[in-house]
């Protein structure tokens, strides 16, 4: 049996990269993310251990700092308010630096969806008048004490326990700058019928309603307000916890 041995180039390829990597896994900035597209693969980890093995062939590429996500917009205006392909004038436009890491989700086939890039996992929002409809709204009291104690009772939706109420940044991570009506990658919004009602399922839609969504973050100016972030256009505003009833997309991990 061949033995790992430290070099001086690569090091030793940690077991631990083995046991926590799985196919799907997103990583932001990980040493098997040979490709640069913050997914580390069963095949870019065979690739790290044979590079330990057989002198650093195959070495990762350097991680991105920041750890942004793009905004998703793909045009750029043409100095006339019109978009269209870039560079667009002016020059620097956000489309045209592409500045971030692309969007990337997989749903995951059990109502929820894992954004690749920063590990977070969404609740998939459906219309079949469960919890999960898209239609349901709350006060930002409710949000806590209905919506997610819901999804954190016995037993658990998707199997996880620790459902919560993103805050405002997680929230507009979500927002694609290049969609409207919904501002959301497809992934949240496919197969969603046009008419509220009962409709589709996990297995059948995702459905982003076109309002807005609570955060867990209180509005610092004024507390008795939090924000929320709309998801038929982008924008984010405040509005009274104990009056506006809003949307809910609950979220788990990135802590």
């Known amino acids: 049996m061949r033995t790992l041995r430290r070099s001086p180039l690569c090091g030793v390829v940690s077991v631990a990269l083995l046991i926590a990597v799985r196919s799907t896994q997103a990583a932001s900035c990980c040493a098997g993310d040979i490709n640069g597209d913050h997914v580390v693969t069963i095949d870019e980890i065979?690739?790290?251990?044979?590079?330990?093995?057989?002198?650093?062939?195959?070495?990762?590429?350097?991680c991105q700092g920041g750890g942004l996500l793009s905004t998703g917009q793909m045009q750029c205006d043409q100095g006339s308010g019109a978009l269209g392909a870039c560079p667009g004038l002016p020059a620097g436009q956000d489309a045209a630096v592409g500045a971030g890491?692309?969007?990337?989700?997989?749903?995951?086939?059990?109502?929820?969806?894992?954004?690749?890039?920063?590990?977070?996992?969404?609740?998939?929002l459906v219309q079949d008048g469960s919890i999960h409809d898209a239609n349901n709204t709350y006060t930002w009291s409710e949000a806590f004490s209905v919506k997610i104690a819901n999804l954190n009772a016995s037993p658990c939706f998707a199997d996880h326990c620790d459902w919560r109420l993103p805050n405002r940044r997680e929230l507009e991570s979500l927002v694609d700058a290049g969609r409207v009506a919904p501002a959301v990658d497809p992934a949240f919004n496919t197969g969603c019928p046009t008419i509220p009602g009962p409709g589709c399922t996990a297995a059948?839609?995702?459905?982003?309603?076109?309002?807005?969504?609570?955060?867990?973050?209180?509005?610092?100016?004024?507390?008795?307000?939090?924000?929320?972030?709309d998801g038929n256009v982008g924008i984010v505003n405040a509005f009274e916890k104990s009056i506006v009833p809003n949307s809910v997309r609950a979220v788990r991990g990135g802590l």
Request: charged residues 15%.
């Open 101 to 124: 890491a692309p969007l990337s989700y997989t749903d995951n086939g059990d109502g929820t969806i894992t954004d690749n890039v920063t590990g977070l996992m969404w609740e998939k």
């Open 204 to 229: 059948t839609c995702s459905c982003t309603k076109l309002g807005f969504y609570w955060s867990s973050t209180t509005y610092q100016d004024i507390p008795t307000n939090a924000w929320a972030v």
């Open 46 to 62: 065979l690739r790290v251990v044979n590079a330990a093995l057989n002198g650093c062939a195959a070495e990762p590429v350097p």
